[in-house]
């Protein structure tokens, strides 16, 4: 158990719709990332959040967004969902030293 | 662009023999990471390099950095079938923004 935690852990839903994903850091952990990972394309980093504040953007399309509260948790917003939208998408937390980062057991998200 | 590369993409190997993994990076990186992800679940951490020259053990796997080359090795000795899994290696942009990318990952199977 890497003390990341993310729910719900399976979402089915409809192309069109939208949904949140939620994520809870390790403690003491400021650092948030949000990753994707589908059987053709990887793990595709999406973005990451430091102590509430947007730190770094990978390949996050603009159907999607993300937050990090003041208790530092974090939420990833899906829109206008597409079949190709489905994946498994995980939340990781790194400690400020080492920058190593403990992943979530990730949402699976299926689109149909 | 941050590029990351692994090799082999598939690896098939009997229990009791020696391989290495590879992992190529194209832009200076003094940090590097490696994780295991068994099928369907999340990545654990298994090793963090932060220096060049770093070599770090866990029972059969070793794990080694070369900033100037720009690789990390990860050595699999006597492999066993617990060892299956798919291993990523990641790398750190440290200038600027804390921005990871993930190698494509290698595929391990170790058979009986």
């Known amino acids: 158990d890497s003390g990341v935690t993310q729910t719900p852990k399976h979402l089915i839903t409809a192309t069109g719709q939208r949904v949140t994903l939620r994520c809870s850091p390790r403690s003491g952990d400021l650092s948030v990332y949000w990753y994707q990972q589908s059987l053709d394309q990887g793990l595709q980093f999406l973005i990451q959040?430091?102590?509430?504040?947007?730190?770094a953007k990978g390949n996050i399309l603009e159907r999607f967004s993300a937050q990090q509260f003041p208790d530092l948790h974090s939420e990833l917003n899906l829109s206008s969902l597409e079949l190709g939208d489905s994946a498994l998408y995980f939340c990781?937390?790194?400690?400020?030293?080492?920058?190593?980062?403990?992943f979530g057991p990730g949402t699976r998200l299926t689109v149909l | 662009e941050l590029k990351v590369e692994q090799n082999p993409l598939f690896l098939s190997m009997q229990e009791g023999k020696n391989y290495t993994i590879y992992c190529n990076y194209s832009t200076t990186s003094d940090r590097l990471y490696w994780y295991r992800q068994d099928p369907g679940k999340s990545l654990e951490s298994l090793f963090v390099?932060?220096?060049?020259?770093a070599v770090k053990q866990e029972g059969r796997l070793m794990a080694s950095l070369d900033t100037k080359a720009r690789l990390s090795t990860l050595h699999i000795t006597a492999a066993v079938h617990d060892l299956s899994a798919t291993y990523f290696c990641?790398?750190?942009?440290?200038?600027?923004?804390?921005?990871?990318?993930f190698g494509t990952g290698t595929r391990l199977k170790v058979l009986a």
């Open positions: 990641a790398v750190v942009l440290t200038s600027g923004t804390y921005k990871y990318i």
């Open positions: 390099l932060l220096s060049n020259g």
């Open positions: 990781a937390s790194s400690d400020q030293t080492r920058n190593e980062q403990f």
């Open positions: 959040y430091y102590n509430g504040e947007e730190r």
